[in-house]
Structures are given as structure tokens and as C-alpha cells.
């Protein structure tokens, strides 16, 4: 969905004046990020998917602050974070809409990895596996199917009227791509199984990042 500028991250180190005059970048291609990682102590990537896709597999000191904790609490974190981050999700969609948070409380350098964290671990990147979960995008995927599935179905051996319930998925699903929200993602990511012991609030998010980068 977002181009990627492996090659010009490296020109915009080389010359600040070209940072300077490209700051529509956005985006971070997985060995870029894995040659920052061994480059930069200042780099801080931030995971905002669920903690039950962390778990399941996450960048090697990534943090996870779900996208719901870092849309509540932008300004709180965005105190604590410095000029060199990198935004992770899945596939990048919550990733972007994490990016947008922080531009609008002035952390305007913020970067979005190309591929997520699968893209990160194909290119050979340093990840820590846990217990394997289906990711939430997946979940929406299968959920959204099944009801247009049922509805027509249930339209066609009990009642028409229930065939309307996959023209409302298939209205929600028009609306979820035009605003670029996910109404069914946020109800998901609250069922009992996208849930863990690590769950973090607010404060943990916040207190995990390095102080330094304040």
C-alpha cells in the first residue's frame, strides 16, 4: 500500500537539507529497518497490534502499544518518544492510522514498516515467536465472510428480509475502507481470545519506553 524508500532513508542521512525538503517519506522497507537496528541506540519501534498478535510474533525490542491505548493517550506518548520512530502492524493499515496520531502531536518523523511484521520476518529480520493466534485482520476476514455467507443463506431458506444482513456487512466493510477504520476489528480485539496476561493499559505502555527517549 505505501511505497517503499529503502535507498532514499540512506540519501536523507547523508543530507539533513534533503530530509528537510522530503518530509512526505513515510514509509520503511523491513532491511532499512534492520540495518537501524544495528545502527542507531535512539531508534524506538512501536508494535500496535493486539497484545495476542505480539505475542504470537513480534520484532525483536519492539513495544506494544495497541493502536486503541496510543489513539487515547497520543500526547502522553508522544512525550516520551524521540526523532527516530518506526510503526509496526500486520499488513500497515494500523500502523498508518498510529502514524497520523503522532503527526498531529508533533512527532512528524514517524515511519511505517512496508509488509508489517511478516514482511520483517521474511526478510530474515530478528523476531521472537510465541503462541500462534489467527492475526485480527484475518479474524475480520473470516468474520465479515461468514455473516454475508449466513445472511444469504438465511435470506434464502428462512426469511428474505435476512438477506439484508450481508448488504450491512457489505456497507460496513465500503465504510471501514473509505475512513480507513475498522469498527469490526475494535469489537474483535476485545473477544476473550485476542486477549492475554500481558494485556497492557495505559500506563505500562508508557512506562515501557526507554526513558532516554524523552
Known amino acids: 500500500m505505501w511505497q517503499t524508500y529503502g535507498d532514499t532513508s540512506a540519501s536523507l542521512e547523508r543530507n539533513p537539507l534533503l ?32 497484545a495476542a498478535e505480539f505475542e504470537s510474533m513480534h520484532i525483536r525490542g519492539s513495544y506494544n502499544v495497541p493502536l486503541p491505548l496510543l489513539s487515547e493517550h497520543t500526547d502522553e506518548l508522544a512525550e516520551r518518544l524521540g526523532a527516530r520512530v518506526v ?37 530474515g529480520g530478528d523476531v521472537v515467536r510465541g503462541a500462534q493466534r489467527w492475526d485480527l485482520e484475518r479474524q475480520v476476514r473470516m468474520a465479515a465472510g461468514s455473516l454475508v455467507v449466513g445472511g444469504l443463506l438465511a435470506g434464502r431458506f428462512v426469511s428474505p428480509r435476512l438477506r439484508l444482513l450481508a448488504g450491512a456487512i457489505g456497507t460496513g466493510l465500503t465504510f471501514s475502507a473509505a475512513t480507513n477504520t475498522c469498527a469490526m476489528g475494535k469489537a474483535l480485539a476485545r473477544m476473550p481470545w485476542n486477549k492475554t496476561a500481558a494485556e497492557p493499559t495505559a500506563d505500562s505502555a508508557i512506562r515501557q519506553l526507554p526513558a532516554t527517549a524523552a
Open 19 to 50: 530530509a528537510s525538503e522530503t518530509s512526505t517519506v513515510t514509509a520503511l522497507d523491513p532491511q532499512t529497518l534492520r540495518d537501524w537496528m544495528d545502527r542507531h541506540e535512539d531508534l524506538i519501534v512501536i508494535d500496535v497490534r493486539s
Open 87 to 123: 510503526l509496526v502492524c500486520q499488513s500497515g493499515v494500523r500502523a498508518e492510522q498510529a502514524r497520523q496520531r503522532l503527526n498531529t502531536a508533533g512527532i512528524g518523523s514517524a515511519r511505517v514498516l512496508t509488509g508489517g511484521v511478516p514482511g520483517f520476518a521474511a526478510a
